[in-house]
């Protein structure tokens, strides 16, 4: 470690645009995995805060909680079999509304509840609705950008329905939109602007069970399909293709990352192989070098990463509350290591050569 110690520091500008290089990489990469958990947030963070693990389906709707019908009759035959308990029903419908009084239109997504059970969202701002109080919403606070406050009403200005805001909540977003919580009293009232409408429905029907019993419920009642959360998640319109693109854009800057690195080093093992060849005829070991190297790599990595780090909560502080960007803690520490092993898998090539290095031979070639 003496020995890389004293290379960088005599020779600075050379390691400083390397560590440079390092620095931006570490930091797009960081950039790049919030921006993908931040719209995977926007996307399904009223599912994944959702007390649920399992959801009733019809069965062919693709896993799509949008395409999904559950009859009125199909819920009161689920409802008896479970009691009550551990089973509550969901509706789900996205629609443009406006704030009363104005023409600005605002796509959201309605999700009916049954207010006294486990779907109910968390209140910060306001209060909750009950079953009984008509046109009552709760809102996600995002709609605060658009100038929705307590008190406010949203129309649907194609039935010209409309309802009280009451309460705020944070962290419940479908599709990019964000969710207007209501009550299934409500919901009747929404769906019944559909003419043609015959009977009532859910979209689906939420379980707290264990997977034994959601598949145990599947083989009680006909003509449901029960998936997990996970499943629903993967089917929310364009979730899995976003996060694919933006994965695979994660994947290539390590690949990336890897390369360049490995470039750089060899490059600079290759300007000092008459070094290395004169330190191994003073008796230094391939070993050593290999340890001098592996310092060198390690050293300006995790300083790299650290200052990344840095410059990435800088960057979260000042973008604009509209741009999702979500990056947590172990996000940070499993980037952090992976690129701290795609430097070192980088390094390799340059070890290989400093082992090849020929005492004589280098020094023959000196000048």
Not at 243 to 266: D, E, H, K, P, R
């Amino acid at each position: 470690m003496f020995l890389a110690l004293r290379e960088l520091k005599f020779a600075k500008l050379r390691y400083f645009l390397i560590g440079f290089i390092m620095i931006l990489i570490s930091w797009l990469v960081f950039i790049i995995s919030g921006l993908a958990n931040g719209l995977s947030a926007d996307n399904a963070a009223a599912l994944l805060n959702m007390k649920a693990d399992h959801f009733v389906i019809q069965p062919d709707s693709e896993n799509k909680l949008n395409r999904s019908q559950i009859p009125e009759d199909k819920w009161t035959e689920i409802k008896q079999i479970t009691a009550g308990t551990g089973a509550t029903p969901l509706g789900q419908k996205m629609l443009s509304v406006t704030k009363a009084g104005t023409k600005n239109k605002m796509d959201v997504t309605f999700f009916a509840i049954d207010a006294n059970q486990f779907l109910n969202p968390v209140i910060t701002e306001g209060s909750h609705f009950n079953n009984t109080a008509k046109n009552q919403v709760v809102v996600d606070a995002s709609l605060k950008q658009e100038g929705i406050g307590l008190g406010d009403w949203l129309q649907d200005p194609e039935t010209n329905q409309k309802w009280k805001v009451v309460g705020f909540t944070e962290g419940h977003t479908f599709s990019h939109s964000p969710v207007v919580f209501m009550n299934l009293k409500d919901w009747d009232d929404l769906i019944r602007a559909n003419p043609q409408l015959k009977q009532r429905y859910y979209s689906a029907i939420a379980l707290q069970m264990t997977p034994s019993q959601a598949a145990e419920l599947k083989r009680d009642v006909s003509e449901i399909d029960v998936i997990t959360k996970e499943d629903a998640l993967q089917n929310i319109p364009g979730y899995k293709e976003e996060q694919g693109s933006l994965t695979m854009m994660i994947v290539f800057l390590f690949v990336i990352a890897s390369f360049v690195q490995a470039v750089f080093f060899y490059v600079i093992t290759l300007q000092k192989t008459n070094q290395f060849g004169v330190l191994k005829a003073l008796g230094a070991n391939t070993s050593d070098l290999a340890r001098s190297l592996m310092g060198q790599v390690i050293l300006l990595t995790v300083t790299a990463i650290l200052i990344s780090v840095g410059f990435t909560y800088g960057v979260e502080s000042i973008l604009p509350e509209s741009v999702p960007f979500k990056l947590d803690v172990e996000t940070f520490l499993l980037f952090s290591g992976l690129l701290l092993v795609v430097s070192v898998l980088g390094s390799l090539l340059s070890l290989r050569r400093i082992a090849n290095v020929d005492a004589i031979e280098a020094i023959g070639r000196a000048e």
